[in-house]
């Protein structure tokens, strides 16, 4: 029984051939899903405060003076844990992307959504948070159903508009904690304390987000999983028959029964769909709107309880299993393929961020003639570029290694002293009298982190007529 737009009790089931949560007229049909107990909710609860846990801390803790995760857009610099990275190291994104992608797909292949069901911000903050403030106001699913169709009382309405004070509270707190990761917080804070007006791009992406928050997390909720979150359309293409899903022991549990009737071991008390997040019948095999959230298992563990029959009617397994068939391998092919080019990313992430340089310099030929004549010599014009990569400030230094017999450089400014993240430049001028020039040569220019000590070697030509 749910409950529809036009107030009166719907007894519509759902089916292989329809979203149940979208009515024939295109209306929403609101889900009011069951509490339910067991140890995967133990588990999930537990999960879901850590990770909400380490989504508050992070932006708060330090390393270095700086958030442990901070990513300055306008400065298009990332600190994290403590490495600096700029913009030129955008290029490890792709990798760490891929490994990350890939990590999912091995998850998926071996324990279908299990990241949707347990550790999805979605997933945390809806189950982890709204559903906990709605259910300590409004009361249980049947209260909550009864009260939605009844009459708009003093006390129905009081404790909407404490719900949603208190969702639009949790809304703007994760939107500004979200802000916090791009913000450093002790501005932020002054940001909420100042006038909107004197940071309206900040003020404009927190009222935004909040909003956005508040209508996902207040009405649209499982729509987001089923309409549009595309994992979920993937998980079809990722799992296999020896996937460990979330499904119905249909040899165990049909012929369904209700009373004393002869058959299988379900009942037929619909309590498994009572407590699903996206209003599936799970006994009617894994479908897309499946999020994983296992609530089906705790609630059929819990009847079976009851009527004193073996829990695991509705349990994680594979499909091949619960066919019937003895279940075959969890490392498959495609588990070792996935796992191969998730590594391969992270590695190459890995082996990337730990030679990465402190700083970074280039040494660029002037434009135009790469030679000049002044007064029978050769000149030769180059810029040095140098980018303090580091998060402290350091002096660099700029020398010739292999100056030969006649050859002068003149450099202006032969140290750079650079902030953390700061560039410079410094020209450098190169003479060789034209009698002594037979042919191009290489030189080499060393650039000196005084900091580390770390020295780059930059390879030039000295070119003349
Ligand atoms: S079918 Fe079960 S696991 Fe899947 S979303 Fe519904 S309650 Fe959660
Ligand atoms: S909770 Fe278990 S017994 Fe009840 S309908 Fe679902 S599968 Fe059948």
Redesign the pocket.
């Known amino acids: 029984m749910t409950e529809n737009r036009t107030g009166r009790r719907d007894k519509r089931r759902p089916d292989l051939d329809t979203v149940y949560t979208i009515n024939a007229d295109g209306s929403r049909n609101f889900l009011h899903p069951a509490d339910v107990r067991g140890r995967w909710q133990v588990l999930k609860n537990l999960i879901f405060s850590i990770l909400i846990l380490i989504y508050v801390a992070l932006p708060l803790l330090r390393i270095g003076g700086r958030s442990v995760i901070h990513f300055d857009l306008p400065g298009r610099n990332a600190y994290l844990f403590g490495l600096t990275f700029t913009n030129q190291d955008f290029y490890l994104m792709f990798f760490v992307v891929t490994g990350i992608g890939f990590g999912l797909f091995v998850v998926t292949a071996l324990w279908g959504r299990i990241w949707c069901?347990f550790a999805c911000p979605q997933t945390v903050f809806l189950e982890g948070l709204f559903r906990k403030i709605e259910r300590w106001l409004e009361g249980p699913r049947i209260a909550r159903i009864r009260r939605n169709l009844g009459p708009n009382t003093a006390d129905k309405i009081a404790r909407k508009l404490f719900k949603h004070v208190l969702f639009l509270s949790g809304s703007y707190a994760i939107a500004h904690i979200f802000l916090a990761y791009f913000i450093p917080m002790d501005e932020l804070l002054d940001v909420i304390r100042q006038s909107p007006k004197e940071h309206m791009s900040a003020f404009g992406w927190s009222m935004f987000w909040t909003a956005v928050l508040y209508f996902n997390f207040a009405w649209f909720r499982e729509q987001t999983c089923i309409v549009i979150c595309p994992y979920g359309r993937l998980q079809s293409s990722l799992i296999d028959e020896d996937t460990i899903i979330?499904g119905y022991d249909e040899l165990r549990g049909e012929p369904r029964h209700k009373g004393v009737e002869e058959g299988g071991d379900c009942i037929d008390c619909y309590r498994c769909v009572e407590?699903?997040?996206?209003g599936?019948d799970?006994r009617a095999g894994l479908q897309l709107e499946?999020?994983?959230?296992?609530?089906?298992i705790d609630a059929c563990d819990e009847i079976m309880n009851r009527i004193g029959k073996p829990k695991g009617l509705v349990r994680y397994d594979s499909q091949r299993s619960f066919e019937g068939q003895p279940r075959q391998r969890l490392l498959r092919p495609r588990v070792f393929i996935y796992l191969f080019l998730g590594l391969v990313g992270l590695v190459v992430a890995l082996l990337a961020i730990s030679s990465r340089e402190s700083f970074h310099a280039n040494a660029l030929r002037s434009r135009g003639m790469p030679y000049s004549l002044e007064n029978g010599r050769v000149r030769n014009l180059y810029t040095i570029h140098v980018q303090n990569k580091s998060d402290r400030a350091s002096t660099y230094m700029i020398d010739l290694d292999n100056a030969p017999e006649g050859l002068e450089m003149i450099m202006p400014q032969p140290s750079m002293n650079l902030e953390s993240l700061g560039d410079g430049q410094s020209p450098v001028f190169l003479y060789l009298d034209r009698s002594s020039y037979v042919e191009p040569f290489p030189l080499y220019l060393s650039v000196t982190d005084s900091l580390t000590g770390r020295s780059k070697v930059l390879e030039i030509m000295f070119r003349g007529p």
């Open positions: 069901g979330i407590v699903c997040p996206t599936i799970i499946c999020i994983g959230c296992s609530n089906c």
